[in-house]
């Protein structure tokens, strides 16, 4: 059964990690997991300050130099009727302040309690979603 787009969209708003799949200038597929918000059309992704050895991260490297990417969500289960996943493809982009910066901190905050009382050192990758979709088992 293949998902509608707002199906596709309400599935991964109830999730806690997705998966980032960027591109490298060679061509090179890279997939991190990730924590991340909806803001409407926009699926919002922070770099934390969980260690790290660098905030200049390969992701964000990816996303300067080849701004499409992907995200993927998914539901596994034993009984394999209740399988499903839903994707987002769209196009990403750097904030490192400003409005957008804010305003996807304070919902990743809101969503995650891990993140109210942290510091935010690092950048947000701002991907508009360009389709939704979606499938499940039934």
Not at 42 to 59: A, F, W
Not at 102 to 126: D, F, T
């Amino acid at each position: 059964m293949r998902y509608s787009a707002e199906e596709s969209r309400s599935l991964a708003l109830a999730e806690r990690v997705g998966r980032l799949a960027t591109v490298s200038e060679g061509g090179d597929p890279h997939l991190v997991p990730v924590t991340f918000a909806v803001l409407g059309g926009l699926v919002v992704i922070g770099i934390d300050e969980k260690p790290k050895s660098t905030l200049d991260l390969k992701r964000l490297r990816n996303i300067r130099s080849d701004p499409r990417v992907a995200l993927c969500w998914d539901g596994y289960d034993e009984d394999w009727s209740r399988l499903w996943w839903v994707r987002a493809d769209g196009v990403a982009a750097v904030a490192e302040d400003g409005w957008a910066w804010e305003r996807a901190w304070e919902a990743l905050n809101n969503k995650y309690e891990q993140y109210r009382n942290a510091a935010h050192p690092g950048p947000i990758i701002v991907v508009e979603v360009k389709k939704w979709s979606g499938w499940a088992h039934g």
